[in-house]
């Protein structure tokens, strides 16, 4: 049944989020609603932090692993994601170079902030060198979502709850990477719906990983613990080096307590969404 339901959350966080995303293109960001990719950046933000902080690593630390390796766990964490964002800025830094419509993307100065994996994100003007390497997008998309299901896979096995929360964490992270995604491989092939139709393969690997997660977690159960660390420790990487850099601008005062209302949304959503699932 465990399996059954990570599968279920799985494929909603990998496959789900690029749906999600394609809607929010389809209906124009700052259209209608008024509602900016900063907006979702800071949504997401709040409530991956508040997943790390409120649930998973509690749920860690009550289960009477030493605290002390705890802690080294999620210092080495965060150590690994910030060098593999490294290795992937060395290997992808120059191939995410966004066309007219990554707009929806920029910032009031003119970078484009597309998000890639490792939880990198590209830098790059319109019409700077060369189109982007859909496959290199794709198979950095692919493992992210991979490394992506273990972790919700790992919150599951501890209480369906708190993996419930972690996916939807991963979504609401997740929609505005692959709004980047989007809008890369459309300007790559030419095609809306082949765009969609790759980002959407490469996310469904979510479901791989949360197999794999299940498989490993339940045979080194003793683990559980750290696998939940790691988990936080992504998260809040994501959240701290990622997310929020890209919402540090000089705003009006308005523009501020928007961006801090989104902010805190993100937040209040998995607590809300937390204690009906525990009620």
């Known amino acids: 049944m465990i399996l059954i339901a990570i599968l279920l959350a799985t494929l909603a966080a990998g496959i789900g989020s690029v749906w999600l995303a394609a809607a929010v293109l389809r209906l124009q960001l700052g259209g209608r609603w008024n509602v900016s990719a900063q907006h979702l950046l800071s949504l997401a933000a709040g409530a991956l932090l508040a997943t790390a902080f409120m649930h998973l690593l509690p749920e860690a630390f009550e289960s009477g692993a030493e605290p002390h390796d705890l802690f080294a766990v999620l210092l080495m964490g965060l150590v690994f994601f910030f060098v593999l964002e490294k290795a992937e800025l060395w290997h992808h830094g120059h191939e995410n170079t966004q066309g007219p419509e990554a707009q929806h993307l920029n910032d009031p100065h003119g970078h484009q902030h597309g998000h890639h994996h490792g939880h990198h994100h590209g830098h790059g003007h319109a019409g700077d060198g060369p189109r982007p390497s859909g496959w290199a997008l794709l198979t950095g998309d692919s493992v992210h979502s991979f490394g992506d299901g273990v972790l919700i896979a790992s919150a599951f096995v501890a209480d369906w709850r708190l993996g419930l929360v972690a996916a939807l964490s991963v ?54 613990p750290y696998f939940l660390v790691v988990a936080s420790s992504s998260f809040i990487y994501v959240a701290l080096a990622d997310l929020i850099p890209q919402l540090q601008k000089r705003l009006t005062a308005l523009q501020t307590v928007v961006q801090i209302g989104w902010l805190i949304a993100g937040a209040a959503a998995v607590v809300i969404v937390s204690s009906l699932v525990h009620g």
Not at 181 to 209: C, E, I, N
């Open 171 to 224: 979504l609401a992270h997740e929609v505005p990477h692959h709004i980047g995604d989007l809008v890369v491989l459309r300007h790559a092939m030419g095609s809306r719906k082949l765009a969609l139709t790759k980002v959407s393969l490469a996310g469904s690997a979510t479901a791989l990983g949360g197999m794999a997660g299940y498989g490993l977690v339940q045979g080194w159960s003793a683990a559980l």
